[in-house]
């Protein structure tokens, strides 16, 4: 089945102690894309990828970190969470270039206390 | 990526058609309109697109105005599961960093 896998599917964690969201599509989509979604400010992009080894900032992406070493994979790295990071969180894949709709994942819902 | 009016809620009842509306007067030539749905805190779901000739898929109807300045999603025999947000998108294909821009969306609530 063609998808986008996020994990983990809820995190609590500290403020300050590291953690990696991951994000795996199995469509060889060279597209992908992270959002996350707050109460009244709607989804908002943080990165998004282009290729392998090719990735840009999109609207937010102060305190997060992207990387792209594998075309199916695209991990969100918090180095330093805090509590304003509390969000639920979107990976997304497409094929670039074409018009065809965005995947998105079932989400991330991350606290941060 | 032009900006999208859609209204804030809308109700169906069930087996009937959901027209849900969309205006986007300031629409370029090349750009897209897409629908997606989201339903309670899942990932939004695409649900279909086009430029300017309607579409259908086995989800749903596209009708775009033959101005382009505004577009209908038809749903043709809404059922409760089709309780969601729904947002409809315009925006270029291809270009760099080509992001969707998410507005409101329309709530529409599905009722038996």
């Known amino acids: 089945e063609a998808q986008v896998t996020q994990n983990p599917r809820y995190l609590i964690t500290v403020t300050g102690k590291k953690l990696t969201v991951t994000c795996s599509q199995n469509m060889n989509h060279e597209y992908m894309s992270w959002y996350r979604q707050d109460p009244g400010l709607g989804l908002r992009q943080i990165y998004y990828s282009m290729n392998v080894e090719v990735t840009d900032k999109g609207d937010v992406p102060e305190g997060y970190k992207v990387s792209r070493k594998e075309k199916r994979n695209f991990p969100l790295i918090l180095e330093s969470p805090s509590p304003n990071q509390t969000s639920l969180y979107f990976c997304a894949s497409s094929l670039f270039m074409e018009a065809a709709g965005y995947t998105f994942g079932s989400g991330t819902r991350l606290t941060v206390v | 990526d032009a900006k999208t009016t859609q209204p804030t809620s809308m109700d169906c009842a069930e087996g009937r058609a959901a027209n849900l509306p969309c205006n986007h007067s300031t629409i370029s030539g090349n750009e897209y309109v897409y629908w997606y749905r989201q339903i309670h805190s899942q990932g939004p779901q695409y649900i279909i697109h086009?430029?300017?000739n309607n579409e259908t898929n086995e989800m749903a109807s596209l009708i775009i105005t033959e101005d382009r300045k505004s577009s209908t999603l038809i749903l043709p025999h809404a059922t409760l599961r089709d309780t969601a947000v729904y947002y409809c998108i315009v925006r270029v294909v291809g270009t760099s960093g080509s992001r969707l821009t998410f507005g409101e969306g329309t709530q529409l609530t599905v009722n038996p």
């Open positions: 086009g430029l300017k």
